[in-house]
Protein backbone atom coordinates (compact mmCIF):
# COMPACT_ATOMS: atom_id res chain seq x y z
CA UNK A 1 0.00 0.00 0.00
CA UNK A 2 2.20 2.93 -1.46
CA UNK A 3 2.22 5.94 1.28
CA UNK A 4 4.93 7.52 2.66
CA UNK A 5 8.31 6.36 3.54
CA UNK A 6 10.74 3.38 2.10
CA UNK A 7 8.70 0.91 3.52
CA UNK A 8 5.76 0.65 0.71
CA UNK A 9 4.04 -3.39 0.77
CA UNK A 10 1.56 -4.22 -1.56
CA UNK A 11 -1.12 -1.49 -2.62
CA UNK A 12 -1.07 0.97 -0.63
CA UNK A 13 -2.94 4.68 -0.62
CA UNK A 14 -1.43 7.53 -2.27
CA UNK A 15 -1.39 9.19 1.29
CA UNK A 16 -0.80 8.45 4.59
CA UNK A 17 -4.22 7.52 6.43
CA UNK A 18 -6.13 10.06 8.36
CA UNK A 19 -6.69 9.56 11.65
CA UNK A 20 -6.42 6.55 14.24
CA UNK A 21 -9.30 4.26 12.74
CA UNK A 22 -7.63 4.71 9.52
CA UNK A 23 -4.19 3.76 10.74
CA UNK A 24 -5.33 0.96 12.75
CA UNK A 25 -7.05 -0.23 9.43
CA UNK A 26 -4.20 0.07 7.44
CA UNK A 27 -1.67 -1.55 9.84
CA UNK A 28 -3.91 -4.36 10.04
CA UNK A 29 -3.90 -4.61 6.04
CA UNK A 30 -0.21 -4.51 5.86
CA UNK A 31 -0.39 -7.32 8.53
CA UNK A 32 -2.52 -9.42 6.85
CA UNK A 33 -0.84 -9.16 3.24
CA UNK A 34 2.53 -9.99 4.74
CA UNK A 35 1.43 -12.75 6.46
CA UNK A 36 -0.66 -14.19 3.49
CA UNK A 37 3.22 -13.81 1.72
CA UNK A 38 4.67 -15.58 4.48
CA UNK A 39 2.49 -18.02 4.73
CA UNK A 40 2.66 -18.99 1.30
CA UNK A 41 6.14 -19.36 0.89
CA UNK A 42 6.45 -21.42 3.67
CA UNK A 43 3.18 -23.77 2.84
CA UNK A 44 3.54 -23.14 -0.98
CA UNK A 45 5.93 -26.16 -1.31
CA UNK A 46 3.87 -28.81 0.71
CA UNK A 47 -0.48 -27.94 -0.65
CA UNK A 48 -1.41 -26.28 -3.10
CA UNK A 49 -2.53 -22.64 -2.55
CA UNK A 50 -4.02 -20.48 -4.87
CA UNK A 51 -3.94 -16.77 -4.22
CA UNK A 52 -6.39 -14.83 -6.46
CA UNK A 53 -5.14 -10.82 -6.88
CA UNK A 54 -6.20 -8.12 -4.55
CA UNK A 55 -7.29 -5.01 -5.81
CA UNK A 56 -4.84 -3.00 -7.19
CA UNK A 57 -4.31 -0.03 -6.85
CA UNK A 58 -7.37 0.53 -3.87
CA UNK A 59 -7.94 4.08 -3.40
CA UNK A 60 -10.71 3.53 -1.14
CA UNK A 61 -10.96 3.23 2.47
CA UNK A 62 -11.46 -0.24 3.65
CA UNK A 63 -14.31 0.72 5.86
CA UNK A 64 -16.19 3.77 3.30
CA UNK A 65 -19.04 1.07 2.34
CA UNK A 66 -20.20 4.07 -0.33
CA UNK A 67 -18.40 2.49 -3.00
CA UNK A 68 -18.97 -1.30 -1.71
CA UNK A 69 -20.67 -2.12 -5.37
CA UNK A 70 -18.25 -0.89 -7.49
CA UNK A 71 -15.32 -2.44 -5.47
CA UNK A 72 -17.56 -5.77 -5.93
CA UNK A 73 -18.17 -5.45 -9.98
CA UNK A 74 -13.94 -4.27 -10.24
CA UNK A 75 -13.07 -7.70 -8.34
CA UNK A 76 -15.40 -9.44 -10.17
CA UNK A 77 -13.85 -8.35 -13.58
CA UNK A 78 -10.71 -8.91 -12.10
CA UNK A 79 -11.07 -12.50 -11.21
CA UNK A 80 -12.55 -13.28 -14.15
CA UNK A 81 -9.66 -11.73 -16.66
CA UNK A 82 -7.26 -13.30 -14.14
CA UNK A 83 -8.69 -16.98 -14.24
CA UNK A 84 -8.92 -16.16 -18.13
CA UNK A 85 -5.30 -15.24 -18.14
CA UNK A 86 -4.70 -18.89 -17.05
CA UNK A 87 -4.38 -17.63 -12.90
CA UNK A 88 -5.38 -20.89 -11.65
CA UNK A 89 -2.72 -22.78 -13.08
CA UNK A 90 -0.39 -20.06 -11.41
CA UNK A 91 0.95 -20.89 -8.23
CA UNK A 92 3.00 -18.21 -5.84
CA UNK A 93 2.13 -14.74 -4.57
CA UNK A 94 0.80 -12.41 -6.50
CA UNK A 95 2.77 -9.46 -7.59
CA UNK A 96 -0.11 -7.54 -5.95
CA UNK A 97 0.65 -8.55 -2.33
CA UNK A 98 5.03 -7.65 -2.65
CA UNK A 99 6.27 -4.34 -2.24
CA UNK A 100 5.67 -2.11 -5.03
CA UNK A 101 4.81 1.52 -6.04
CA UNK A 102 2.46 2.99 -8.96
Same mark, same amino acid.
Not at 45 to 53: F, G, K, L, M, Q
Given at each position: ??????????????????????????? #??????????????? #????? =?????????? #??????????????????????????????? =??????????????
Amino acid at each position: MPGTGPGKTACAPSSPPGGAIASATHA #LNLMIARQMVSDVQR #LGDRI =EITVVPPLCP #LDVSPYDFTRAGKLIDRAAVSTRDWIDGGGL =ERRGIPHQLRQHLH
